[in-house]
């Protein structure tokens, strides 16, 4: 049995207790980077343990890593370890190993399943998770950067739990409301529109929202590959705006945060809601599918699938004041997408240096001049 264990203090010298973490990986897995790196990619196992823990050095977290071949081990793993949560990929024990999920239910420790590859669209064998119902939450098809969700989900979820709130009867229509004295927000999550995006790639906004006092409602939504695509997932964010009063929250402001292709449905539902909405914030949003098309880029397949599915080919804010950030560099969705908006509607734009995904982080500057925005 081979541990590794990070014992640097938190970077950002708070006193209290660093939260722990310990990531399992079974068996195979210690063939990362020969191993099918068509599926699994081209890292090393060494190299991901060793980004991980640097990664959680970084958030202030004590990361310890863990990986065997034996279902036996990987059990006794489980039993023994005084962390905070697990961050576990059983590998092919995923689907037999019902001895692993009564370990998960009999340790206590919240635990994130993670799989680097799509389990949902390979054999079919493999979209069956016998780990999952014991498992806080599951990522799969997000590559390394799956472990690294996982390790913040955990985060998040220690520092502001929320209450899962349903608004319709489909598995995905739920959210995560958090309550706050101040105004709510609605944060609707992007990856254009594919089912293994979910809304903990949004999780870290609606955090520090309620940290500063706000209510935040992470809203779920159906994606393609799960039921959703048009008009499935606009319908179900119409239907979560709808939804808004009967979270009895105290009377005030409503703003929708759309981030990529969440912007599309956000500014595609927020104008159609019984709910009125004081204010869109789109961050690095989608707004015009045609042009996904035409550039040929990663948007292109599933932007083709929502136009051919009738889904309208631009959106606009429809009278509800709007703030747009956007990359000016956006590798993911053009910058042109905000520009056009702008110029066509005079909605207010702000450019931004720095990814698509540094949006979704609280600490990136783009974040003061969206709090700014938000009222009182
Ligand atoms: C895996 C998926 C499993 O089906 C497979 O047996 C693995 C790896 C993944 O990370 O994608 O070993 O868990």
């Known amino acids: 049995m081979k541990t590794t264990t990070d014992h640097h203090a938190n970077s950002k010298g708070e006193e209290s207790p660093l939260k722990s973490f310990l990531v399992v990986n079974g068996p195979n897995l210690d063939l990362l980077g020969r191993r099918q790196p068509e599926i699994y990619g081209t890292g090393s196992l060494p190299e991901l343990e060793s980004g991980l823990i640097a990664f959680g050095r970084d958030l202030g977290l004590e990361i310890t890593t863990f990986q065997s071949n034996h279902e036996g081990e990987l059990i006794e793993v489980i039993h023994t370890a005084e962390v905070d949560g697990l961050v576990l990929n059983p590998g092919a024990f995923t689907h037999t190993s019902h001895a692993i999920a009564d370990a998960v239910r009999a340790s206590g420790i919240p635990t994130v399943e993670v799989h680097l590859s799509n389990i949902h669209e390979r054999e079919p064998w493999r979209a ?94 159906r994606r393609i590959g799960a039921g959703g695509g048009w008009p499935g997932s606009a319908h179900d964010v119409l239907a979560a705006l709808d939804f808004i009063p009967q979270l009895e929250l105290p009377d005030g402001k409503v703003t929708v945060i759309g ?14 809601s019984k709910t009125s909405v004081d204010l869109i914030v789109g961050l690095a949003p989608i707004i015009d599918l045609e042009l996904c098309v035409f550039d040929a880029g990663e948007l292109e397949p599933e932007s083709r ?36 908006l702008a110029s066509e509607t005079g909605v207010m734009l702000k450019e931004y240096n720095g990814g698509h995904f540094d949006l979704l982080d609280p600490s990136k500057p783009h974040w003061e001049l969206v709090l700014e925005r938000l009222s009182p």
């Not at 999952?132 to 590559?143: D, F, K, L, Q």
């Not at 870290?204 to 209510?215: P, Y």
């Not at 929502?306 to 004041?321: D, K």
Request: with cysteine; glycine share 12%; charged share 20%.
């Open 305 to 340: 699938l929502l136009l051919e599915a009738g889904a309208p080919p631009r959106v606009t804010p429809g009278g509800i004041p709007a703030f747009l950030i956007h990359p000016i560099e956006d590798a993911v969705v053009p910058f042109q997408h905000s520009s056009d």
């Open 259 to 272: 981030h990529s292709a969440g912007g599309y449905l956000g500014m595609w539902a927020a104008p159609r």
């Open 128 to 221: 069956v998770s016998v780990v999952a119902p014991a498992c806080v939450r599951s990522i799969y098809g997000r590559g390394v950067a799956g472990y690294r969700a996982a390790i913040r989900h955990h985060l998040n979820r220690t520092t502001s739990p929320g209450e899962e709130v349903r608004y319709g009867p489909h598995r995905d229509n739920i959210g995560d409301l958090r309550r706050g004295e101040r105004d709510l927000v609605v944060l609707l999550h992007g990856g254009v529109w594919k089912h293994q995006f979910e809304r903990d790639t949004i999780e870290s906004l609606a955090v520090d929202l309620h940290q500063r006092g706000h209510s935040s409602w992470n809203v779920e939504y």
